[in-house]
């Protein structure tokens, strides 16, 4: 019976966690909703933080979901996986573009690509591999996560983002942040690797907040204008009807409903 009584409170501080979405649970949370004691949650959390099962982030001390829980948990889901669903606006995009088309989304401070889909032209941008992780800001798809988010949030995680490079400039992200707002789309021209660039949209749910992210990379050239112009088209395009599909699916759907529906990350 005890070892049943732990799982039931591992279960619930998980829950906990869950529930709080991308502001994450303090231990001070979880003994609140949960009803235990200090000491019994604090090594619960310890326990699940050393399974992957939890992260804590360092700078504010709340628990958010890790990347083994998701994996775990998504792997069981049913035909109707984020990856399922954003599947064919992948493909479509790398049929339209001939380029390579990433799918992000957001855990903690980090951008997390989780598909991956190469068009046909020869020279490919291939900066990312399902799995990959990269601080939000990094990237047109990372830069689209944060871009969108409301000011304070997006100011708080800029300022923990601080480090060596111009991304690691908190100057340079508002600078970037202020013209993908004005622009409509998010723009990584040469920043990351030189002579690619890349462009990316918002998958945003029913708040407004980004949920997800698509966007394309390629070889300078080939995101010059006019022809940007008509591929961020196409990502809006694409980006509207996955909004559309997950709202229908998931109604007030927002980060953690994304997160719940995230297959196995490689």
């Known amino acids: 019976m005890e070892g049943i009584r732990s799982v039931e409170r591992a ?18 949370d979880i003994v609140a909703a949960t009803g235990l ?3 019994t ?22 628990f958010h979901l890790g990347l083994a829980l998701v994996a775990l948990g998504t792997a069981a889901s049913t035909r109707h996986g984020l990856l399922e669903l954003a599947n064919p606006h992948l493909l479509r995009l790398a049929e339209l573009t001939a380029d390579t088309v990433y799918l992000s989304v957001r855990i903690g401070a980090q951008a997390v690509c989780v598909d991956r889909v190469t068009g046909e032209f020869p020279i490919r941008t291939l900066t990312l591999r399902p799995g990959d ?6 990237g047109a798809g990372s ?13 708080r995680l800029v300022e923990r983002s601080a480090g060596p490079g111009p991304l690691g400039d908190p100057a340079v992200l508002h600078q970037l942040i202020g013209e993908a707002r004005a622009q409509g789309y998010a723009l990584n021209a040469g920043m990351i690797v030189p ?14 907040r980004p949920v997800a992210a698509l966007s394309v990379a390629a070889i300078d050239s080939r995101l010059a204008e006019p022809r940007r112009a008509q591929v961020v088209r196409w990502l809006v395009r694409e980006a509207t009807e996955l909004e559309r599909t997950l709202s229908e ?18």
Do not use: Y
């Open 11 to 28: 279960v619930a501080v998980v829950q906990v966690v869950a529930d709080r979405g991308a502001d994450g649970a303090r231990l001070v």
């Open 37 to 39: 004691q200090k000491t």
């Open 41 to 62: 949650a604090h090594r619960l959390l310890g326990t699940l933080v050393q399974l992957g099962w939890l992260e804590q982030d360092t700078a504010t001390g709340a």
């Open 133 to 138: 992780r990269r601080p939000l800001g990094t």
């Open 143 to 155: 830069l689209a996560l944060l871009a969108w988010l409301p000011d304070e949030e997006a100011e």
């Open 195 to 208: 002579g690619a660039s890349g462009v990316g949209v918002p998958v945003r749910g029913d708040d407004g």
């Open 249 to 266: 699916l998931a109604p007030h759907v927002g980060e953690a409903d994304v997160r719940r529906l995230l297959p196995a990350i490689s």
